[in-house]
């Protein structure tokens, strides 16, 4: 018997020996990869004299807000237009999935602006003089009208999304400075929001069309230019890293689009109900939502 058990007994002993080293061998990367995310940190935090000048402009907390509420109220009106050339537009055969994503999304866009407007006003400013035109120039994106195709309005979308994420964590130092963790906290929230919104646009982009694009960053081909930084301590044309974009450089892609268009051939009126019935019906909202109308369009409402 005892003869029988002893492969058993050398192979337990093994084992034991493996999960023994294995257990130190994942304790030292562990250890190491604690070290490299605090040296990344570190470097965030505490380096940046040599690269003070790629962080941008210093900004209040208030002009962070001011800021941030303008790329929102951006976002808000492209979504809007985007659900209205789906439901009543030039783009009324799109998919019933991407009609959802955009009321979806443009509902997160509009509660971004009611917060950061309420904040804004908690801080002394006034949220109602922060516009962008009733017919911003949506062409300046592609340089070309972003409405006249699917594949165009997802493509204007991604870099709108991109952008606004890379714009949120420009901003984290200027917070970080001040020591406005509570704002520094809700920015944090709609960051994670605004790269929600940009992973999905990328996933809607594959599997829709076959864009040879993922919903994750691969490269730095990927993102908008300033996010690729070639001093910078962090390599953020890295998969595991994305970059940021000062508010200058925000500010010098959305400056074109925030000029009037001679004219919109998507109207700003948000579409009644009248218009939008039936364009999405509950069959297609996930089990256990509601399908109701909210302003900009339907929305499946847990």
Not at 23 to 38: D, E, H, K, N
Request: hydrophobic share 45%.
């Amino acid at each position: 018997m005892q003869s029988r058990l002893y492969p058993f007994e050398t192979a337990a002993r093994g084992l034991r020996h493996i999960s023994t080293r294995a257990l130190s061998l994942l304790a030292g990367a562990a250890f190491l990869m604690l070290f490299l995310v605090l040296f990344l940190l570190s470097s965030l935090t505490m380096a940046p004299a040599a690269s003070a000048q790629n962080l941008g402009p210093v900004l209040s907390p208030q002009q962070v807000v001011e800021f941030a509420l303008t790329l929102e109220k951006l976002e808000a009106d492209l979504y809007r237009r985007s659900l209205q050339a789906t439901q009543s537009g030039s783009l009324t055969n799109t998919p019933r999935l991407v009609r959802s994503v955009f009321a979806s999304y443009g509902e997160d866009e509009a509660q971004h602006v009611m917060d950061l407007s309420t904040v804004l006003t908690s801080l002394g400013g006034d949220p109602d003089a922060i516009t962008i035109p009733d017919s911003p120039n949506y062409n300046a994106i592609l340089g070309r009208d972003p409405f006249a195709n699917l594949a165009d309005l997802l493509l204007a979308l991604q870099r709108v999304e991109d952008l606004g994420v890379a714009a949120y964590k420009g901003q984290v130092p200027n917070l970080q400075a001040a020591g406005s963790t509570v704002i520094l906290a809700g920015a944090l929230e709609i960051h994670t929001v605004e790269a929600r919104h940009a992973a999905g646009i990328r996933y809607l982009r594959q599997v829709l069309q076959n864009a040879n694009i993922r919903p994750w960053i691969r490269d730095a081909g990927e993102v908008i230019y300033p996010e690729v930084r070639a001093d910078f301590v962090i390599p953020f044309e890295d998969e595991a890293f994305d970059g940021f974009a000062t508010s200058d450089e925000v500010l010098a892609l959305v400056g074109p689009v925030l000029m009037p268009a001679a004219a919109q051939q998507v109207s700003r009126e948000r579409p009644s109900p009248a218009v939008l019935e039936g364009s999405i019906t509950q069959s297609d909202c996930p089990a256990q939502t509601n399908l109701v109308f909210l302003s900009g369009g339907y929305i499946c409402n847990p």
